[in-house]
């Protein structure tokens, strides 16, 4: 069984393009969460999603982020007009369900870097 | 809403000195809490959970319902914990919290 897959682990942008960062959660699972780490900081939440619905995007910025998990295919996660501010690394993870276990499988994360 | 709070963003130790990585929580129902550990270039991964109340490479947790806590602890650290070591909470929604980890360094 792969794990978390998430692609792609390294992505340049200029100011004002669009970046697009894609998981594969592991087999079985249909939760996805989305996590920022900004340089020299931790684990920030941003979105919490099942196949087809977002169930919490309270971590989400209000503007130029979003992100679905569609019936087929990986979860992404889509910037819009990138900003230096946005250069961080993005972990997914996934998990079954809501299970007593509660564990959550993290990706390797995609590193953004925005010239 | 719930938090976790890790008061010590670093942390350094000598070798075989004992280590205790503090987590503080707050969330008004039964929550679920979890240490994830993030080594050099590797992804975040489970170190323990609280349910299963097990030492995992000589690290043990307790959680402390009175004093909201659950904080890390090992009594010999060694060079190869050095890492970033974070907090989670996890409702029984699917919630997950982490707090903003804590990057002990193990000093020979």
């Known amino acids: 069984n792969a794990g978390v897959m998430q692609n792609p682990r390294h992505l340049v942008r200029r100011r004002g393009q669009e970046a697009r960062l894609r998981c594969s959660p592991m087999k079985g699972h249909s939760h996805v969460y989305w996590y920022r780490q900004l340089p020299e900081e931790g684990l920030k939440f941003m979105v919490y999603?099942?196949?087809?619905?977002?169930?919490?995007e309270s971590g989400m910025p209000k503007e130029r982020f979003s992100a679905e998990f569609p019936k087929e295919g990986p979860s992404i996660l889509r910037i819009q007009q990138v900003v230096r501010g946005d250069s961080a690394a993005y972990f997914c993870?996934?998990?079954?369900?809501?299970?007593?276990?509660?564990?959550?499988?993290f990706g390797e994360g995609s590193r953004l870097t925005v010239l | 809403a719930q938090r976790v709070t890790q008061p010590e963003k670093l942390l350094s130790v000598f070798k075989g000195a004992p280590v205790e990585l503090k987590c503080n929580y707050s969330?008004?129902?039964?929550?679920?809490l979890f240490w994830y550990v993030q080594y050099s270039r590797q992804r975040l991964q489970l170190l323990l959970r609280h349910i299963s109340r097990e030492s995992i490479k000589g690290f043990t947790a307790d959680l402390n319902k009175g004093e909201t806590s659950f904080h890390l602890k090992k009594p010999f650290a060694q060079e190869e914990d050095s890492a970033m070591y974070y907090c989670?909470?996890?409702?029984?929604?699917?919630?997950?919290?982490f707090g903003d980890g804590t990057t002990l360094t193990v000093k020979p």
């Open positions: 999603l099942q196949k087809e619905n977002i169930i919490d």
């Open positions: 969330y008004s129902g039964s929550p679920e």
């Open positions: 989670a909470l996890m409702t029984n929604a699917g919630k997950s919290t």
């Open positions: 993870a996934s998990s079954p369900g809501v299970t007593a276990t509660g564990e959550l499988f």
